[in-house]
């Protein structure tokens, strides 16, 4: 079984639709991420999580929010999609090392 | 300017060849640096991981640090068509809440 899973791994939405893409970790790190991957411009911080407590917002966070559910869950949110956030979608996990360790990615596609 | 510029590619090779890649950075408090591989409709899985300047080495792969010149390369020997696959360089500083900066990925094919 993958160490980070994430679900769904496609999903095609719609302009003005919340959507949430889910993240599950069984590493037992306490440090989670949200990144997006985009052709050229490569992978951009969102958000990350330290601790259930803990929620800091990353390079591109605007319309994008997190809940951190538990230590292994980490979920990403567009309250209402728009089409420039198309995109592939990674969740990571990283303990006190300097290492991340990614999910497959989720890719999302908003008409 | 970006923090990290990497040449996007695509590079193609015949198998068996040796294949350099290759990241500049403009931050000099840069101290770990990494490199990732991402197969197609795959996160990128860590590769190398290096810390401050010098070389590290693990099997045909082998990752090479010059802070002096902001210069990090990552060398591939006796390329394999299971080495095709999009390498990524990633670095941060000490002590930035686990700040990765990542350049964009080189494509590399290696042909059979």
């Known amino acids: 079984d993958a160490d980070v899973t994430q679900t769904p791994r496609n999903r095609i939405t719609k302009t003005g639709k919340r959507i949430m893409l889910e993240c599950s970790q069984t590493?037992?790190?306490?440090?989670m991420y949200w990144y997006r991957q985009d052709p050229g411009l490569g992978l951009r911080l969102i958000y990350y999580?330290?601790?259930?407590?803990?929620?800091n917002k990353g390079e591109i966070s605007d319309g994008y929010s997190v809940s951190r559910q538990a230590q292994a869950k980490f979920s990403l949110s567009l309250e209402s999609a728009i089409p420039n956030q198309t995109a592939l979608y990674f969740c990571?996990?990283?303990?006190?090392?300097?290492?991340?360790?990614f999910g497959s990615g989720t890719q999302l596609s908003v008409l | 300017q970006k923090e990290v510029e990497q040449d996007p590619g695509p590079l193609s090779v015949p198998e068996g060849a040796i294949v350099s890649l290759n990241c500049t950075y403009s931050?000099?408090?840069?101290?770990?640096f990494m490199w990732y591989r991402q197969y197609s409709r795959k996160g990128p899985e860590l590769l190398m991981y290096?810390?401050?300047?010098g070389n590290k080495e693990d099997g045909r792969f082998t990752a090479q640090v010059d802070k002096s010149s902001k210069y990090i390369s990552l060398f591939i020997r006796d390329s394999q068509p299971s080495d095709s696959a999009t390498y990524l360089c990633?670095?941060?500083?000490?002590?930035?809440?686990?700040?990765?900066?990542f350049g964009t990925g080189t494509s590399l094919t290696v042909i059979p």
């Open positions: 999580s330290f601790d259930v407590k803990d929620i």
């Open positions: 290096t810390y401050s300047s």
């Open positions: 990571a996990t990283s303990d006190n090392t300097q290492k991340l360790f």
């Open positions: 931050n000099s408090a840069f101290q770990y």
């Open positions: 590493k037992g790190h306490d440090r």
């Open positions: 990633a670095m941060r500083r000490q002590g930035t809440g686990n700040q990765f900066y």
